[in-house]
């Protein structure tokens, strides 16, 4: 049965991070039938309309059995930015328990989740004028700026990724200040009670083994391509992809798009797909290990996402004893 009301609605609050392809989603959707929750999306592509299969999209059967937030909230030809997140989820989440439900934010994108726990901090917003004089200089002359005078971000950022690196040196220019040492001022969660000294947050992050998460990833990029992601792409540049910079950073339409363009073979792209998203996965649990979940589960082969959602459950009614009482589905 669903869980009980409790006391503080505040307390009512779990969020499930971990990187790509480890299970988050399958393990999200038990976890809101368990509860009487929603699913907040914590991912900067499925914001897109029409990024579908290259994100991993819910399917309209998953929409339909439990309500999600933030997926397909803006055309590919708009901008899309952590301040809008930040925004919308805390509307999201407001809406969502007033209605008497739980919110559950799951997905993969760690400033995100930052942003929504402990704010932006003062990064300034982007410069117009600074911005098209960045775009325009060679990625490899920026990071040349960012090893001199940002070393620790020069070594965490993904330097394929152009926005990311474009972004930390306006950000550099416009405050004089490495964006490492602004972003070394965010407290964890655990630090400061979830965030909130008045909310009980349980921030569960979710691992595997490195080999089987590069299983799951191979078998995930191989199923992609198979529904139909090259398609899939040759109708969004039609409709604008090649100039949204945000959505052409993501993964597989990056690698794809260079595809039609003739730059590689299929199955040479198939496989560059699977090597940058092992390195995606990579980063990501850098980042989460760093400022994200204070509480981690390892999955093994034989675990599934119910068993994992009783696990969650679990320690969630452990950290809110006082007024909570939660039991799982058998």
């Given at each position: 049965?669903?869980?009980?009301?409790?006391?503080?609605?505040?307390?009512?609050?779990?969020?499930?991070?971990?990187p790509?392809?480890?299970?988050?989603?399958?393990?999200?959707?038990?976890?809101?039938?368990?509860?009487?929750?929603?699913?907040?999306?914590?991912?900067?592509?499925?914001?897109?309309?029409?990024?579908?299969i290259?994100?991993?999209?819910?399917?309209?059967?998953?929409?339909?059995r439990?309500?999600?937030?933030?997926?397909?909230?803006?055309?590919?030809?708009?901008?899309?930015?952590?301040?809008?997140?930040?925004?919308l989820a805390?509307?999201?989440?407001?809406?969502?328990?007033?209605?008497?439900?739980?919110?559950?934010?799951?997905?993969?994108?760690?400033?995100?989740?930052k942003?929504?726990?402990?704010?932006?901090?003062?990064?300034?917003?982007?410069?117009?004028?600074?911005?098209?004089?960045?775009?325009?200089?060679?990625?490899?002359e920026?990071?040349?700026?960012?090893?001199?005078?940002?070393?620790?971000?020069?070594?965490?950022?993904?330097?394929?990724?152009?926005?990311?690196?474009?972004?930390?040196?306006e950000?550099?220019?416009?405050t004089?200040?490495?964006?490492?040492?602004?972003?070394?001022?965010w407290?964890?969660?655990?630090?400061?009670?979830?965030?909130?000294?008045?909310?009980?947050?349980?921030?569960?992050?979710?691992?595997?083994?490195?080999a089987?998460?590069?299983q799951?990833?191979?078998?995930r990029?191989?199923?992609m391509?198979?529904?139909?992601?090259?398609?899939?792409?040759?109708?969004?540049?039609?409709?604008?992809?090649?100039?949204?910079?945000?959505?052409?950073?993501?993964?597989?339409?990056?690698?794809?798009?260079?595809?039609?363009?003739?730059?590689r073979?299929?199955?040479?792209?198939?496989?560059l797909?699977?090597?940058?998203?092992?390195?995606?996965a990579?980063?990501?649990m850098?980042?989460?290990?760093?400022?994200?979940?204070?509480?981690?589960?390892?999955?093994?082969?034989?675990?599934?996402?119910?068993?994992?959602?009783?696990?969650?459950?679990?320690?969630?009614?452990?950290?809110?004893?006082?007024?909570?009482?939660?039991?799982?589905?058998?």
């Amino acid at each position: 049965m669903p869980i009980t009301q409790v006391a503080n609605p505040k307390s009512r609050l779990i969020l499930l991070a971990g990187p790509t392809a480890v299970g988050k989603s399958e393990v999200a959707l038990v976890l809101a039938e368990k509860l009487g929750g929603e699913i907040v999306s914590v991912d900067s592509m499925q914001v897109y309309r029409g990024l579908d299969i290259g994100t991993a999209k819910p399917t309209h059967e998953e929409r339909t059995r439990v309500r999600h937030h933030l997926i397909d909230v803006v055309n590919l030809t708009e901008p899309f930015d952590a301040a809008q997140f930040v925004r919308l989820a805390s509307e999201a989440v407001a809406d969502i328990r007033g209605r008497g439900r739980i919110p559950i934010l799951c997905g993969g994108t760690g400033l995100y989740f930052k942003g929504f726990l402990d704010g932006l901090g003062d990064t300034p917003r982007a410069d117009a004028a600074l911005r098209q004089v960045l775009e325009a200089t060679p990625v490899p002359e920026l990071l040349a700026e960012l090893a001199t005078k940002d070393p620790a971000t020069y070594e965490s950022i993904d330097r394929q990724n152009p926005r990311r690196v474009i972004r930390a040196v306006e950000v550099l220019r416009l405050t004089g200040k490495a964006l490492s040492q602004q972003r070394a001022n965010w407290s964890t969660p655990a630090d400061e009670a979830g965030g909130s000294a008045t909310e009980a947050i349980v921030f569960i992050g979710l691992t595997r083994s490195s080999a089987d998460l590069q299983q799951r990833i191979n078998i995930r990029v191989e199923r992609m391509f198979k529904q139909g992601l090259v398609s899939e792409i040759e109708e969004l540049l039609k409709r604008g992809l090649a100039e949204n910079r945000t959505a052409m950073q993501a993964l597989e339409y990056r690698q794809v798009v260079e595809h039609l363009r003739g730059i590689r073979s299929l199955d040479e792209t198939i496989e560059l797909v699977k090597i940058r998203t092992r390195q995606f996965a990579k980063r990501q649990m850098t980042w989460f290990k760093k400022y994200g979940p204070s509480n981690w589960i390892n999955l093994g082969l034989q675990d599934t996402p119910e068993s994992c959602a009783r696990e969650i459950i679990g320690r969630w009614g452990s950290l809110n004893s006082d007024c909570i009482k939660a039991e799982a589905k058998q």
